[in-house]
């Protein structure tokens, strides 16, 4: 007979690779669906003020290369995927640095009918309260196609 206590350490085993692998895979998804150009859409932080823009999402070694251009003007940042909500979620992290003051963006990540990236974001100032972020929304744009 086999001894039950070794069974389940080999159960348990299979189960903890079995996780690593699909969170590998989740990385490995978000690095093929998020490149791309996108029509930005936002509200200002603390402001009602409203624009458009545009974002470029480039794939780099460790996570993406960010261009947002906003009225003509281009800002650089960098993404990368990070676990948030205790781990139970995975979102598109977003740091830039625009006039002096650090930004940073945390972004939901889902599809639009076409089973493109459709990305939704708070944003905020590291470490500075507010009781009115920014909201951006990314659009796949089909013109750049």
Do not use: W
Not at 80 to 107: H, M, P, W
Not at 115 to 140: D, K, M, Q
């Amino acid at each position: 007979m086999s001894n039950p206590i070794s069974l389940m350490r080999i159960l348990i085993f299979v189960i903890l690779g079995f996780l690593s692998l699909t969170s590998h895979a989740d990385d490995d998804f978000y690095s093929l669906m998020l490149p791309g150009s996108y029509i930005l859409v936002g509200k200002a932080l603390d402001s009602e003020r409203t624009y458009v823009g545009k974002i470029v999402i480039e794939g780099v070694k460790i996570g993406f290369k960010i261009t947002r251009v906003i009225a003509g003007k281009s800002v650089y940042g960098n993404g990368k995927i990070e676990s948030a909500a205790g781990g139970d979620a995975k979102v598109l992290r977003i740091r830039f640095n625009e006039d002096g003051s650090d930004y940073e963006q945390t972004c939901m990540i889902g599809a639009d009918l076409d089973n493109y990236a459709r990305i939704s974001c708070y944003l905020y100032r590291p470490e500075v309260e507010t009781l009115n972020p920014g909201l951006e929304v990314l659009f796949i744009d089909h013109t750049t196609r």
